[in-house]
């Protein structure tokens, strides 16, 4: 691994401390090389239009049906509007950038789409989803340390962001940290329950965090 590993694990360690107040301890990675690694957390192309009314009100009240969700279509369908909500919350000109952030990174140009993050998060600092997206690309480029730094401002704003919490799982997995990977995940799956491969990802890291059960 050498020294650059041991920089960008001390560096990853120190921003998830800053996320969640906790010492960092390192273990080897659970995934073996050849699982197919999970995916971060996206939007779907298609989305419903966001609710009229107070956004926080909204939010709220989608979050509550999130957790009592029944099954994963009733699951979805909430997590849907919620996603409506945060990609609206920018305004016109921030909704037009995202756009061509898509495009950037529908092409691979991840260093474009790292350009026009900066300048819609520059227009509307408080845009949780514009760092959310940034903190995704930065994942996709393998510049862990960048990413937790903007999965510490999205959930600084949001911190009920299921999409933010398993992408700081993803990432403490990544660099071998299954202890705190293991609690980002379970605090994606106590606010949406019904998140996709989270679950298995959860008992396996319990299995080999905190042992199986006699």
Do not use: C
Not at 66 to 73: F, G, H, I, R, T
Not at 162 to 181: N, P, R, T
Request: no cysteine; charged share 25%.
């Amino acid at each position: 691994m050498g020294h650059r590993f041991h920089a960008l694990f001390l560096s990853a360690a120190l921003a998830f401390a800053a996320v969640l107040a906790a010492p960092v301890a390192a273990q080897p990675p659970l995934e073996p090389p050849t699982a197919e690694p999970p995916k971060p957390i996206e939007p779907p192309a298609n989305l419903p239009r966001p609710q009229q009314g107070d956004p926080r009100q909204n939010l709220d009240k989608l979050f509550e049906a999130l957790k009592v969700a029944p099954s994963d279509e009733s699951a979805k369908y909430v997590e849907n509007r919620i996603w409506s909500l945060w990609l609206a919350a920018g305004g016109d000109t921030a909704t037009l950038l995202m756009s061509r952030v898509k495009t950037a990174i529908d092409g691979k140009d991840l260093d474009l789409a790292v350009k026009l993050l900066n300048a819609v998060i520059d227009i509307r600092p408080d845009y949780v989803e514009a760092w959310n997206r940034r903190a995704t690309v930065y994942y996709m480029k393998k510049d862990f340390s960048n990413a937790i730094a903007d999965i510490r401002e999205v959930l600084a704003r949001e911190p009920r962001h299921f999409g933010a919490l398993s992408g700081l799982g993803m990432i403490m997995q990544d660099v071998g940290d299954e202890k705190h990977a293991l609690e980002a995940f379970r605090r994606a799956l106590a606010v949406h329950p019904h998140l996709e491969r989270i679950p298995d990802l959860v008992k396996r890291l319990t299995d080999a965090v905190e042992g199986r059960g006699i």
